[in-house]
């Protein structure tokens, strides 16, 4: 596992929903037993309270995320059970919020259903401070391998979708 520091990004620099196309895996790497990676980044300029603001409103990842929606379909809005829509033009997932600790700043879904290939899939988002006025973002998973992907395109995305979440949360506290 890796921290880097966070470069100056914008939303549009994350390739959408639509275009994450993974380099084929090695027949090894499909056939393997679960997926397991984590990524982290820096905060320096954003407090965690500031941070939550933006990671901690599970169906609003539409302000971080190049996505066309993201909404709460069942359940209560960042409440255990509750299930979110997210998808682009040509891709889709449903998310199911397992967990949601707003005084810890965590939570954890699971992607219930999509049209990416996703099988099992959980997702752990953590939020800790770092330093007198930084955070880290921690964002981890386990998930069945999915042909078309690899453990690290996943992984890699995820990191970039990490530095859009300190630009969009920077913007939002007009930093």
């Known amino acids: 596992m890796t921290t880097r520091r ?4 914008q939303k549009k620099d994350i390739p959408p929903l639509s275009c994450l196309c993974f380099s084929m895996p090695m027949e090894s790497e499909s056939k393997s037993k679960k997926w397991v990676g984590r ?4 905060f ?3 407090t965690v309270v500031e941070a939550w603001a933006i990671a901690g409103n599970f169906c609003a990842a539409h302000k971080w995320l190049p996505l066309d929606t993201c909404c709460k379909i069942e359940g209560e809005e960042n409440e255990p059970g509750c299930i979110r ?6 891709n889709w997932v449903k ?12 939570y ?5 259903e999509s049209n990416m290939g996703f099988g099992n899939y959980l997702s752990f988002v ?3 401070p770092a330093g007198e006025e930084g955070c880290q973002v921690e964002w981890a998973f386990e998930a069945d391998p999915v042909d078309g992907w690899t453990k690290d395109g996943l992984v890699s995305y995820m990191q970039t979708a990490l530095e859009a979440m300190e630009k969009a949360i920077l913007l939002n506290n007009g930093k």
Do not use: M, Q, W
């Open 108 to 112: 954890a879904y699971e992607i219930t």
């Open 85 to 90: 829509l997210c998808g682009s033009r040509l």
């Open 44 to 46: 320096p300029a954003t």
């Open 6 to 9: 966070i470069r100056n990004i």
């Open 126 to 128: 953590k939020l800790i």
């Open 95 to 106: 998310e199911r919020l397992v967990t949601f600790d707003p005084v810890g700043h965590t």
């Open 39 to 42: 990524t982290t980044a820096c």
